[in-house]
């Protein structure tokens, strides 16, 4: 019969054996697995795919939960580059501040970042949520592709610029809009999401100048009338 | 005469006098200046450059003679086979020839040209590479060996396809358009190819150059660990990089970690890119092979790291010529496409609504492949049964095993692998510089370190024999 809990300290561990240790709790079915010190090291939690909440008391480095499926994971600290990047389903929540590239390539499942990420957060997300409680950094949702981000924060310089599809919403400023991101009218529909993805953790969506931005779809295919919206992006 | 006309090829005035082109104001840049001026863009096309550069083609082998002994050509044993990616304890490829597939798209080519790809590698005991588009099943089913490439849009990329690899492949660039991004313009953008990549149907999707997750070579070498870590430690990880600064991005990746570097010269092909970029971007496959074994043996990383190159590889005479120059193997992409049966003379009236001909098509990026490789149009597709075309790839790859043994076996080898340097003499002036192999006729090679020497030797030449020598030359 499995432990509810099993607990390592990352301290005498490689990073191998820490991820092995991971995916054989969630194989032998312990609900939860709780990480000490970590010390801001990379590509922990790395493809999970058994369900199992990951707990890391401390902060964590680079690609902590990518290209995982189907877990949940704890950050009670900060967390370096590319947070969850390309996960497939499931969680990963971060009581912390998130470096650049949050989310990237998300295809599915929840990014909660609670303080701020640097550039290019959500970078090619092709489905899934990033959600930011502060601000986002430089070219944020660059070439998003599908899925949400709300930005609780403000937006730096560029934000969704060349995006495909999918929506982003911004709670502060906006510094300025990529090429060929627009801004659209908030429905209902889109108050009840934010309040949806934002309430579980605390935060207020009501009250907040939300800005909709989404593609303007002119980089979708060339033509040649409308050379101004592509001057920057060919 | 009326008016100028064309006679035996010639275009001649009124009078009868030769109207002569100027060599800056070509047919060829006035056609281009002009299409450009309708289309309000650059021009993309398939397939690769159009220009010829510095080439394998112009090295020869000198086999053996009366100072050394050849094997018998058609008979005596000659092995092939090697194994890469063992450098950090993963489970190698094993390659039953040097030769590998290289990466193409489903999406810029059809599934059954996945598919026969995939089988023809099997039958041949090789290796084939997925693209960007992520895996197909079908390909997954019909390979044996499958690298998985991470490239930077990351269009279906999936941690379990990942997981299903015999090794996985960072792209940073690629010979054909180093520097850039791919293009799939909307034609290609089928229903089906617009959900692979989570893509709007019929949009003109413009690949990504950046990865999105790093940024360096120091970054890389974290990407790496992460795919280490989500593989196991089980598959080797393969770096491929557009040659440019080959030595010092050689250098780069083998201290990020790479298990095999792949070094893609500018003669690689594409399904669909800007013309400007494949004609002016990058160095030959040639003289990237030559950088990239000098720097992998400053290193003393040789045979360590495993060293595949591409980019233009035609046959077995290529592909010795590389082995020769230090090369573990070669990946062959649009030869690979030309044995499916690209530009093949059949279906001529489907060349002909192209604007094309056979022997001259590098239509892929219309989607209208008349032979049913880069297309997603199920009529065309149909032309292309994935068993017959597969025939036909395995047979070209065994003739090009058969000419790497050949030309082993008549330098002496008893392996591919032990051609050498020795092996080559350079017909031109500037192979023999690119490449440090001697000029034919000359048992020169044109380097600075050769002139050096032979003024070197000059001096020695005119103290012994108690001339002074040469004022300075020093």
New interface residues.
Partial sequence: MATLTSEIDCSAHT??EI??AIKRAAADGVPEIRLTNPAAR??LA??V?TPIHVIFDGPV???CG????GGRITVNGSCG??VG??L?SGSIEVHGNGGS?AG??L?GGRVFVAGTTGA?SG??M??GTLVVGGSVGYMSGF?M??GTMIVCGDAADGIGDSM??GTVYVGGSVHSLGADCVEAELTDDDRALLAAELDPHGIASTGVDWKKLVAGKKL???S?HE?DA?RGA? | MEGGAVSDGIPRGRDGHVLQPLWVWSPETIEDIQSKAELGRYTNRGLGMTKRPPHFEDLTFVPCTLSRVPLEGYRETCATSIEIGGRHGAKPIKLSTPITIAGMSYGALSRNAKQALGMAATRAGISTTTGDGGMLDLEREASDQLVYQVLPSRYGFNPHHLRMANAAEIVVGQGAKPGTGGVLLGAKVSPIIAEARQLPPGVDQRSPVRHPDFVGPDDMQIKIEELREATDGQIPIYVKIGACRVPDDVKLACKAGADVIVIDGMEGGTGASPDSLMNHTGIPTMAATVEAVAALREMKLEGVVNLIVSGGIRNGVDAAKALALGADAVSIGTAAMIALNCNRPIYLEDYEKLGTVPGACHHCHTGLCPVGITTQDEDLIARLPADEAADRVEGFLNSMTQELQMFARACGKNAVHDLEPEDLRAMTIEASAITGIPLVGTNFAFRPESFAQAVADAMAAATTNGHKAPQGAH
């Fill in positions: 990073t191998r991820n092995q990379h590509c790395v493809a795919m480095g680079w690609y990518g290209m995982s499926d580059w590319s990047e390309n497939m590239s990237a390539t295809r290019r970078i090619s092709k489905g070439m592709q599908r495909y599809e979708w295919n060339f040649k050379y592509w060919l």
